[in-house]
């Protein structure tokens, strides 16, 4: 599934996502710029995040209520083996949440329970394409 978008139309692609995920496991991919967080910043407030949703790249973990439960979301950019990642428990917080990850490079591999996979890439400077891939296991 693709769609493309705007900055005006974030909540468009907010909406986008969350009607084709089919995992409450977001894997969202994309180069530097591309907009991954600013996507996140929306849909978290679509499913009912009232807290002021930041980027996770130096505490590779933040957490936020919503309407909906529990909202993780990590940034495994600094990330360099998957010792790393188990030293986190990143895993552990698959389990009835909503789950949120950018740069999942790292983890992809490791994961054995369904999740929609999100990629941002560039159309050019004002507008991106998101795909969706749905990995049922």
Known sequence: MELTYGIADLIKASQFILENS??????????VGAGKTTLIKNYC?????????????YNLINEYDSEEGLVVHMDL???????????LGVTEYFNNRQVIIEWPEIIIDEIS???THINISYFD?????????????
């Open 77 to 87: 950019y600094r990330l360099k083996n998957v010792e790393e990642l188990n030293n």
């Open 125 to 137: 400077d004002n507008t991106r394409i998101i795909n969706i891939s749905n990995h049922m296991i």
């Open 113 to 115: 329970t369904n999740y």
């Open 22 to 31: 089919k995992s409450n496991l977001l894997l969202i991919s994309g180069n």
């Open 45 to 57: 407030k679509l499913i009912g995040v009232s807290e002021n949703v930041s980027s996770p790249t």
